[in-house]
Nanobody, 117 residues
Framework: QVQLVESGGGLVQPGGSLRLSCSTS????????MGWYRQAPGKQREFVAR???????NYADSVKGRFTISRDNAKNTAYLQMNSLEPEDTAVYHC???????????WGQGTQVTVSS
């Protein structure tokens, strides 16, 4: 059973920052593109950011310049640094691990991010 463990969500004021973390087993992490999706109440789940095993990254237009995705292969952990947060960023953020060789994706349970004054 593959588990993705997320942490770092919470309540933050507009303009503030949060860092999300996502950890999984080394055997999965090493071969996975790691990513983040989010789902706001009443809205469809949307792509946020992704980092490949070669550290190539891509981002949704709505978060470019504000969010940074990274990975620490020694800790089997991916991060999403979120700066200049806006109320529109409020959502449940889910970590994903996609193993290309298996054509299989895994999802975390999600962590709530609320941006409000």
């Amino acid at each position: 059973q593959v588990q993705l463990v997320e942490s770092g969500g919470g309540l933050v004021q507009p303009g503030g920052s949060l860092r999300l973390s996502c950890s999984t087993s080394g055997s999965i992490f090493r071969v996975s593109a790691m990513g983040w999706y989010r789902q706001a109440p009443g809205k469809q789940r949307e792509f946020v950011a992704r980092i490949a095993t070669n550290d190539f990254t891509n981002y949704a237009d709505s978060v470019k310049g504000r969010f940074t995705i990274s990975r620490d292969n020694a800790k089997n952990t991916a991060y999403l640094q979120m700066n200049s947060l806006e109320p529109e960023d409020t959502a449940v953020y889910h970590c994903t691990a996609y193993v290309t060789a298996q054509n299989t994706g895994y999802w975390g349970q999600g962590t709530q991010v609320t941006v409000s004054s």
